[in-house]
C-alpha cells in the first residue's frame, strides 16, 4: 500500500470515527500518521494500542472505537469513506452509503444470517399492576418467577427509635453543656454561641419467623425471597423458619446473591414441608434467642397459616411471652384477606389476642402495605394503635386487613 493511499485510509477512519459520535480532530490523525512511522505496521495489536491512546480521549468510547476499528480494517465489504468525493461513473453499480452504526448492526445480521425473537415490552406496566394484585396461590410458575425478580427489586425501610444518647443537633431542644464547657476550657472564655443536642434515632430491629411446614409449602420459597429482599434492604435484621423445629439462617440470607443464599438455607432446614408445631418453636426462641435479638424495641414479624398440631395453650402461652419481649408483633397470614376467611383454626385463634397487627400475605400489594406497616411504627410508646393485652376476639369473627393496629 503506497504512503498516499495509507494516509487517505487513516483519514477515511477518523471520519468514519466522528460518524458514531467519537470527536477526532485533524490533529489527532496528524499525529496518528507520525506515530504509526515508529511501529510496526503489520502488528495489528501494536497499531490498534497506538490508534486508541491517541484518538480516543474518553473511557465510553472504548467500545465503540474497538467495533469501528475492527470493521473499518478487516471487512471490506463495509464501505469505507474516502477523503475526496468521486462522482461514480454512469454506468457504474448504486455508490455505497457511508460507514455507520446502523450499516454496521445490518452487516453483522446479515453475517449470522439467523432469525432472534425480540421481546415485545408493551404493556409491561399493566401486567407488573396486574401481578402485584393476583394471589401467590393462583401464580403460575413464570409469574411466580417474576413475582420473585419484583421483590429483588423493591428495597424496605424500618421505623426508628428514640435513643439515650445525644448527637449534635443546631435546632435541637437542650443545650449540650459538655461541649460548651469544653469550648470555654479551650478559649478561656464563655463561646459566643450555645451547642444544641437532641436524641440521636436508629433503625429498630426487625426479627422474622417464617413457618416452612406442609401447609405453607406453596409459599415458603416466596417468603424466603421476602425475607432476602428485607435482609438486603436493612441493618438489623435477624430471620428464622419453623416447623417441627427452630433455624436460624441470618447468615445465609446475607449473601448477595439469592439463588445462592437460598440453596444455603434449605440445607440448613431439616424439617421442610413437614409437620407443625407452633407453640413450641415460639417458645424455642423464646428461651434461646429473645435475650439477643428482641432488644431496644424490637418488631417481630411471624408469617405462618397457624395450622398448629401442638396444644394450643402453648402457644397462647408463648405468645403472651413474646409480646412482653418485643415492641411491636405482626403476624402475615398467605389466607388472610379474603372476604370469606375467619381465623377458625385453634393455632391462630390461640395467638391471635397477642398480635397487635394482623396481615394478609396473599399477594405483592399486600407485601407493600405490610412495607408501609412497618414504616410506620412510632419511635415511642407502642406503636400505632396496640389492643390491650387480654383483648380478644370471638372465634368465627372475620378480621379486616390490619383491623385494630394501623
Known amino acids: 500500500m ?28 496528524g499525529e496518528l500518521t507520525q506515530a504509526l512511522s515508529w511501529v510496526e505496521l503489520g502488528d495489528r495489536a501494536e497499531v490498534f494500542r497506538t490508534a486508541r491512546a491517541i484518538l480516543v480521549k474518553r ?29 461514480p461513473a454512469p454506468r457504474d453499480p448504486p455508490r455505497r452509503s457511508a460507514f455507520t452504526v446502523a450499516t ?111 401447609s405453607m409449602e406453596r409459599y415458603s420459597k416466596l417468603v424466603l425471597h421476602f425475607f432476602h429482599s428485607l435482609v438486603r434492604s436493612m441493618t438489623d435484621v435477624e430471620t428464622f423458619v419453623f416447623g417441627t423445629r427452630l433455624s436460624r439462617i441470618t447468615p445465609h440470607l446475607r449473601l448477595r446473591n439469592v439463588d445462592r443464599a437460598l440453596a444455603q438455607a434449605g440445607r440448613e432446614v431439616v424439617d421442610w414441608a413437614g409437620g407443625t408445631r407452633i407453640g413450641a418453636c415460639v417458645g424455642e426462641f423464646n428461651r434461646t434467642w429473645s435475650r439477643r435479638v428482641l432488644r431496644r424495641g424490637a418488631v417481630v414479624v411471624v408469617v405462618s397459616d397457624g395450622c398448629d398440631r401442638g396444644d394450643p395453650s402453648v402457644l397462647a402461652r408463648e405468645m403472651r411471652y ?47 402495605e405490610f412495607g408501609e406497616v412497618l414504616k410506620r411504627v412510632r419511635a415511642s410508646g407502642r406503636g400505632i394503635g396496640p389492643r390491650r393485652l387480654g383483648e380478644t376476639r370471638p372465634p368465627g369473627i372475620r378480621v379486616p386487613v390490619g383491623s385494630g393496629n394501623a
Open 2 to 29: 503506497s504512503g498516499l493511499r495509507f494516509i487517505e485510509n487513516l483519514v477515511g477512519f477518523g471520519r468514519a470515527l466522528r460518524t458514531v459520535g467519537i470527536p477526532v480532530t485533524p490533529s489527532q490523525v
Open 59 to 87: 473511557r465510553e468510547d472504548l467500545l465503540l472505537f474497538e467495533t469501528v476499528f475492527n470493521t473499518y480494517w478487516r471487512h471490506p465489504d463495509i464501505p469505507v469513506p474516502q477523503a475526496r468525493a468521486r462522482p
Open 104 to 214: 454496521y448492526a445490518a452487516f453483522k445480521a446479515r453475517a449470522e444470517m439467523e432469525e432472534r425473537d425480540v421481546a415485545d415490552r408493551a404493556g409491561t406496566y399493566s401486567d407488573e399492576e396486574r401481578l402485584q394484585r393476583k394471589r401467590f396461590a393462583e401464580m403460575t410458575p413464570e409469574e411466580l418467577d417474576a413475582a420473585r425478580r419484583m421483590l429483588a427489586r423493591f428495597r424496605w425501610e424500618a421505623s426508628v427509635r428514640v435513643t439515650r444518647r445525644y448527637s449534635s443537633d443546631p435546632t435541637g431542644a437542650s443545650v449540650d453543656l459538655r461541649r460548651v464547657l469544653r469550648h470555654a476550657g479551650r478559649l478561656g472564655a464563655v463561646p459566643a454561641y450555645l451547642p444544641r443536642r437532641s436524641r440521636a434515632e436508629k433503625q429498630r430491629p426487625v426479627v422474622l419467623l417464617a413457618d416452612v411446614s406442609g
Open 322 to 368: 413474646l409480646k412482653h419481649r418485643c415492641h411491636r408483633l405482626v403476624w402475615l397470614n398467605p389466607h388472610s384477606g379474603h372476604e370469606e376467611y375467619a381465623p377458625r383454626v385453634a393455632g391462630m385463634a390461640a395467638a391471635l389476642p397477642f398480635v397487635d397487627n394482623f396481615l394478609p400475605a396473599r399477594d405483592i400489594q399486600s407485601l407493600r
